[in-house]
């Protein structure tokens, strides 16, 4: 199963990114879509969480309020729109369907 996030890029403290996740194998509203971030040598970060049907939804302590997930079905795309960034935000964002993963995406936070 492919799932690609795509999207990163270099950003400046302050400023917004979306990441987009998209499958051409499943379709994203059967699963729970996840989005993880993780820089070298640290661990693996939940960042947002949003169930199939999006009964449920769940952002990490670290993104409330800045980070907001998404659905589009007509497109089966995920949505991560990323605003007020901060360098610590820097990291590769991946996104998982269920137990599926895909390649990530670099984020840059930086001036």
């Known amino acids: 199963v492919q799932l690609q996030a795509s999207g990163g890029g270099l950003v400046q403290p302050g400023g917004s990114l979306r990441l987009s996740c998209t499958s051409p194998?499943?379709?994203?509203?059967?699963?729970?879509i996840r989005w993880f971030r993780q820089v070298p040598g640290k661990g693996r970060e939940g960042v947002a969480c949003i169930s199939e049907g999006d009964v449920n939804l769940f952002y990490g302590d670290s993104v409330k309020g800045r980070f907001t997930v998404s659905r589009n079905n007509a497109k089966n795309t995920m949505y991560l729109q990323m605003s007020s960034l901060k360098p610590e935000d820097t990291a590769v964002y991946h996104c998982?369907?269920?137990?599926?993963w895909g390649q990530g995406t670099l984020v840059t936070v930086s001036s």
């Open positions: 998982t369907a269920g137990a599926f």
């Open positions: 194998d499943i379709k994203l509203d059967d699963y729970t």
